[in-house]
């Protein structure tokens, strides 16, 4: 089965390389239409991938521990949930992983009516792209992190899965992130296309819902792998800067603000050449994301470590990059349209681009700080949270108050509906000084709190008060604005005003947290053949009335030494309750940990709100991509 796989995966790359060749040489011989063939050829291609993808599944599930990728990830007592998802625990898993959702949306590509509006010079030259991208990683996948390696002797059980990735967000959170990072492969090489065919606005609505699609799978991981962090890791945060956490928020800046610029782009003719670069340059941000996970070029908890990979990876993203400019660069998109006034939606729209595009800049600039400080020192500088926290916060409460107030400007200069603008300013100073009254005096969190609360009373008055705003598409994008404002005022409040407590204390004792009482009941033991669990029950109360009880634990998986802590919450839409258990001294002295944390869960109440509603944007009628 090693071997049937991994000849698969070989025939995969000659033919990817022979359909690359086919296609490069029939646009060079001024016949495009022969491109066709590569439509055909590329199914073989994806079917291929599948196939072998098929034998690492079934190997998981049936527990082939003569697969080295198997034995790694999976042992005898791991539950089939997380047998399945260790397809992607792994770095040559997830590589696989993201090879196969490529080659699946390549196939799939060619038979919607986007890929068909597209001229066939354009379509030709979009196979080129892809050629190159799917064989570059199928490249990786037969040389450098062959999953299909072999286990010789075949062990009897595996090292199993490690507990941080036991945890529901391991089943989503890593598969969309990587679905979101391999479909833009598609709008990537259709920007490059349409520069080279000369299509250089016709792509954008080709591509329109795998945009949409590309950047909602994007967010979605983003956000469950927020929640991952919040609830698995312990230590009472669900964003912490990581350098793997900031990768995937690169490209997520720049997809958001070409969601921007494209709208200028269809809508006015105009920004060609910029939204060329910044797809294309998306995309490759995508795998600049996946070389911080393996190139171990910096620290992190979630990297897989230097497996080989850094010195092609770096190569192709340069690669990428370079063709993303000369492309934008040889472009003719023909006489474009002036803009309109920089106070006007079109102006606001812009503006909104460039700040996402500085806050991916900044981010990137921050998560390589160590390999930069070591130009001019031997000890490489990383820059903590509390860098990204005075530059990148400040910008997204801009962002905030930006989308409160460009509905309400015309399209092309001045304002569109006054009462509009006039209620969201109301709702701004009105929010803020009643925020300001309750006590929260921060200045960044009491803009953004208010800021969020104005973004929120736009997207809900822009309904009743602008005709066009009552479409489907555009009552979609106020919702997506509505869960932005959600998650923005959850994260004006969680962490600025969260309030922590740790204290040693014995059965029967209590202490006193942002006005609740937490009394430690009972400590306990329970086992099973698979971990040892310590569990504390403590009950919280306030004003004598009781709240919830929390049973946060330690636990000791077989086969490590380490013990890992497992939370316990009172959810709530006000203050929730996160307890930690930090352990237990042989004379029954408990180390517990308490945050508060205030409206919490409205960040991912909002963040549902944020990735659902996105789906309403796709076109779904007859002829739909291409429209």
């Known amino acids: 089965m090693h071997m049937t796989a991994y000849i698969a995966m070989l025939f995969a790359l000659i033919g990817t390389l022979f359909l690359g060749g086919w296609t490069g040489a029939a646009l060079l011989a001024g016949k495009p239409e022969r491109a ?238 910029t939204n060329i670069v910044i797809m294309a340059v998306t995309y490759a941000l995508c795998v600049f994301g996946t070389y911080l996970v393996r190139s171990g070029v910096v620290e992190s908890l979630h990297a897989f470590g230097e497996g080989g990979v850094a010195a092609p990876l770096l190569s192709f993203i340069l690669f990428l990059v370079g063709v993303s400019f000369a492309a934008a660069w040889v472009a003719r998109p023909g006489e474009q349209r002036s803009l309109g006034d920089l ?119 822009a309904v009743g008060l602008l005709p066009e705003a009552r479409t489907r598409k555009s009552l979609a994008a106020y919702v997506v604005h509505l869960g932005l404002g959600l998650m923005a005022l959850g994260v004006a409040f969680s962490g600025p005003y969260q309030t922590t407590a740790e204290k040693e204390i014995n059965a029967g004792e209590s202490f006193q947290v942002a006005g609740y009482t937490v009394t430690l009941k009972d400590v306990h033991e329970k086992s099973s053949p698979h971990m040892a669990q310590l569990i504390a029950e403590m009950e919280v109360s306030r004003n004598g009335e009781a709240v919830g009880v929390v049973r946060p634990e330690r636990r000791m998986y077989r086969g490590y030494d380490q013990a890992f802590a497992e939370v316990s919450v009172i959810p709530g839409l006000g203050d929730e309750i996160f307890a930690v258990l930090l352990g237990v001294e042989q004379n029954g002295l408990t180390t517990v940990k308490v945050n508060v944390n205030p409206l919490v869960n409205w960040i991912w109440i909002g963040g549902v709100i944020f990735c659902v509603a996105p789906l309403f944007l796709l076109r779904y009628r007859k002829g739909g991509d291409g429209e």
Not at 381 to 401: E, H, M, Q, S, T
Not at 404 to 425: E, F, T
């Open 36 to 273: 066709s063939f590569s439509e055909r050829g590329h199914l073989a291609v994806a079917l291929l991938v599948l196939f072998a993808s098929g034998i690492m599944l079934w190997a998981l599930v049936t527990r082939n521990y003569s697969f080295h990728n198997v034995f790694a990830h999976v042992d005898n007592g791991l539950e089939l949930a997380y047998v399945v998802t260790a397809f992607w625990a792994g770095s040559e898993g997830s590589l696989l992983f993201w090879e196969l959702c490529m080659a699946l949306c390549g196939a799939v590509f060619a038979f919607t009516p986007g890929y068909r509006a597209l001229s066939e010079r354009t379509r030709a030259f979009f196979w080129v792209f892809f050629f190159v991208v799917n064989g570059f990683f199928l490249l990786m996948l037969t040389c450098w992190v062959n999953p299909f390696m072999q286990a010789v002797p075949t062990p009897p059980d595996g090292r199993g899965m490690n507990p941080l990735l036991r945890n529901p967000g391991m089943i989503f959170h890593p598969p969309l992130l990587l679905l979101g990072y391999a479909m833009y492969v598609i709008p990537g090489c259709a920007a490059l296309a349409g520069a080279l065919s000369g299509q250089t606005r016709e792509w954008i609505t080709a591509t329109r819902n795998w945009n949409i699609l590309s950047w909602t799978f994007l967010s979605a991981g983003i956000i469950l792998g927020g929640w991952w962090s919040y609830m698995e890791l312990g230590w009472g945060g669900y964003w912490a800067w990581d350098p793997v956490e900031n990768a995937s928020l690169i490209p997520w800046c720049t997809g958001t603000a070409f969601l921007h610029t494209a709208i200028v782009g269809a809508r006015r003719n105009a920004l060609a050449r």
């Open 343 to 461: 106070v006007s939606r079109e102006g606001l729209l812009l503006i909104v681009a460039w700040v996402l595009i500085a806050l991916g800049a900044i981010i990137g600039l921050g998560t390589m700080w160590p390999v930069v400080s070591k130009l001019w020192s031997a000890k490489p500088v990383g820059l903590d949270a509390g860098f990204y926290n005075r530059v990148c916060l400040p910008l997204f409460a801009v962002l905030v108050l930006l989308f409160s107030a460009c509905p309400w400007l015309g399209w092309k200069q001045g304002l569109r509906d006054r009462r509009g603008l006039l209620v969201a300013a109301a709702a701004f100073v009105v929010s803020g000084g009643a925020f300001l009254a309750l006590g929260y005096r921060l200045p960044l969190a009491l803009v953004g709190a208010a800021g969020a609360v104005s973004c929120m009373v736009t997207a809900l008055l």
